[in-house]
């Protein structure tokens, strides 16, 4: 086995929102299909090559437009109303 010095790997660290799960597995099977080997939960590398390269900006966009829409979906947020309004009520008494 070759040893490759890291200059030679290419990194996605990525942090999903845990809602809604089919974002999950769609960024996950979009990493496999990639052939990206996952290194922790959220590492991923590839060899680096200006594909790679490519492939893990586009996957970064997915990444970010997907949390983008997640944030503003309203069955989402009415899932988390109550904590919200807990954590806001909270941070309200602490600055009176």
Do not use: C, T
């Amino acid at each position: 086995m070759q040893s490759h010095s890291a200059a030679h790997w290419l990194l996605l660290i990525h942090q999903l929102p845990p809602k809604p799960d089919y974002f999950r597995v769609k960024i996950w099977r979009r990493l496999q299909g990639l052939g990206a080997v996952p290194v922790k939960n959220s590492v991923y590398v590839l060899p680096r090559s200006d594909q790679a390269v490519e492939d893990f900006r586009w996957v970064q966009r997915e990444i970010e437009e997907g949390a983008s829409r997640f944030l503003e979906n309203e069955a989402v947020i009415r899932e988390y109303e109550e904590f919200i309004e807990s954590a806001l009520g909270e941070a309200r008494s602490r600055d009176d």
